[in-house]
């Protein structure tokens, strides 16, 4: 057996820009920008104020167009990336569902772009925005709960942005110690290591067991009707969107309206490296969206799911070594991927379903828009969300299996 020493594993951080305590979450955010940026950084910072009165498209309306000759660094770009994905959706979402902007001002939309083109990501806010980038601690030496994190920036939606936000950030954090856990398996799989396998393996389970346990926490956070009713606008896109059927022109950059996805769930790095290994086999309809979701995480995350991808098939693998110990470990993980993605697809039915089918009966004439036939990313939620839970199910491996120990 083979130790996978420390140097090996900071290596792998590093380039795959990983916090250790963190996972793929950007570990101390920047707060501010030079004062050049004040007016960005003013508009985010009081967005929820500018919206609900109506002020924040007259005042981006009137700002000038910036130069980016100040962002230097990888979390001043991030900071810049967030305030402006911020203003953007604001902008774009101010007035509700029933009138939507349909183009993004010059000095909005041109600084959002270049921006975008430096970190290899959309100009629209993400969920490496939004979930990986947005927060801060309100007391630097307590401990990392939901009651000593705070928001940079936020939408409407009071307590239940809030808390929606912040529970996602810290099952994010849960998957720390899982992405370990698949780096010590991708390394051991080279060796053909048993046990450095298994225990990443283990190691991986027990993360995604924390992940589904801290996720519990958004029911006592969020209010499903708020959610649905208040902040989920705000988070919808630009493509495959009947409010905006042609997309959204960013002025100063292009002719032509641009099609976007809005963050989801489905851009998290971190399940898809579960998936990738675990060798999780999605259907092409589903397979496909989510290879198209890896186009909104930083490059630097897309490129360990398409290296643990690359890896001879770890499922493969433990057919043929025929361990009982080993199998065991992989259905375990398998399994708490599975658990992980029902009780996913049970909050988005109490969030999302429920709170649309009552509007619905109701009534309202938009309950039905871009909210049950399709998630903020564009994709139709309730039948993805079944088909990547079945698609995780039918990869355990059956206990016919011979094995010897």
């Known amino acids: 057996m083979e130790t996978i020493n420390i140097e090996t594993l900071q290596a792998d951080f590093d380039a795959f820009n990983i916090s ?26 009081n967005l929820t104020h500018l919206i609900e009165s109506r002020k924040l498209r007259e005042l981006v309306d009137k700002m000038s167009v910036l130069s980016l000759h100040l962002l230097s660094t990888h979390k001043e770009l991030r900071l810049a990336h967030l305030a402006l994905g911020f203003i953007s959706s604001g902008y774009v979402w101010q007035e509700g569902q029933q009138a939507p902007a349909q183009t993004l001002p010059k000095a909005l939309a041109l600084p959002f772009w270049l921006v975008s083109r430096r970190l290899g990501l959309p100009a629209i806010l993400t969920y490496a925005d939004v979930i990986l980038a947005n927060w801060k601690l309100k007391d630097p030496t307590g401990d990392i709960d939901i009651s000593n994190v705070d928001l940079l920036f936020s939408f409407p939606g009071g307590d239940t942005a809030r808390g929606f936000f912040i529970v996602s950030l810290l099952v994010e954090m849960a998957a720390s110690s899982g992405l370990k856990g698949a780096l010590m398996v991708m390394h051991a799989l080279k060796t053909s290591d048993l046990i450095g396998i298994q225990r990443g393996l283990i190691t991986a389970t027990q993360s995604l067991k924390k992940m589904k346990e801290v996720f519990q926490l958004m029911h006592n956070h969020v209010d499903a009707i708020e959610f649905f009713g208040t902040l989920r606008v705000f988070l919808f896109g630009w493509r495959d969107n009947p409010l ?162």
Request: proline letters at 5%; a negative charge.
């Open 244 to 405: 905006l059927p042609n997309g959204l022109l960013y002025e100063g950059v292009s002719d032509e309206p641009v099609s976007l996805a809005g963050s989801s769930a489905g851009q998290s790095s971190a399940v898809q490296c579960f998936d990738a290994l675990l060798c999780i086999q999605h259907d092409d309809e589903s397979g496909a969206f989510m290879a198209h979701m890896r186009d909104y995480m930083p490059p630097a995350h897309c490129q360990l799911i398409e290296r643990l991808s690359a890896l001879p098939s770890l499922r493969d693998f433990i057919f043929c070594c025929s361990s009982s110990d080993l199998c065991q470990a992989y259905n375990a993980c398998v399994s708490a991927l599975v658990e992980l993605r029902s009780y996913h697809l049970n909050t988005v039915t109490k969030y999302v379903i429920v709170p649309s089918n009552r509007a619905h009966a109701m009534g309202c004439p938009l309950s039905g828009v871009a909210t049950v036939k399709t998630g903020t990313s564009g994709t139709s939620l309730i039948s993805f969300l079944k088909s990547v839970r079945n698609a995780t199910k039918k990869a355990l491996i059956l206990e016919t299996l011979s094995v010897s120990n």
């Open 20 to 45: 250790e305590e963190f996972g793929f979450v950007l570990e101390e955010p920047l707060t501010t920008l030079p004062d050049y940026y004040q007016i960005w950084m003013y508009l985010a910072n």
